[in-house]
């Protein structure tokens, strides 16, 4: 049974940090691409980061040099650390699990992050 829970998300304001974290269970972590995603209101789900395996790593334009994905592959345990935060960052952040060699896809169930003064 595949598992995916987020946590870490809250109300900062403008210029504020936040960390999110994803435990995952149930799957091989070794074998996923991870990533974060995020939803705003009236908007597409979109790539926020991904890391490999491996450790390689690839960012949307918006919150690249702001935002930093890493992974802990003993504890089964992606990472999103926010700097810098912004309004506009505000969403839904995801948590993604993809098994590349067949394109098997995990979600959680998402983590509210809000941006406010």
């Known amino acids: 049974q595949v598992q995916l829970v987020e946590s870490g998300g809250g109300l900062v304001q403008p210029g504020g940090s936040l960390r999110l974290s994803c435990a995952a269970s149930?799957?091989?972590?070794?074998?996923?691409?991870m990533g974060w995603y995020r939803q705003a209101p009236g908007k597409q789900r979109e790539l926020v980061a991904r890391?490999?395996?491996?450790?390689?790593?690839n960012y949307a334009f918006s919150v690249k040099g702001r935002f930093t994905i890493s992974r802990d592959n003993a504890k089964n345990t992606v990472y999103l650390q926010m700097n810098s935060l912004k309004p506009e960052d505000t969403a839904v952040y995801y948590c993604?699990?993809?098994?590349?060699?067949?394109?098997?896809?995990?979600w959680g169930q998402g983590t509210q992050v809000t941006v406010s003064s």
């Open positions: 993604n699990a993809d098994r590349t060699i067949d394109n098997i896809n995990y």
């Open positions: 149930g799957l091989i972590f070794r074998n996923y691409r």
């Open positions: 890391i490999t395996s491996g450790g390689i790593t």
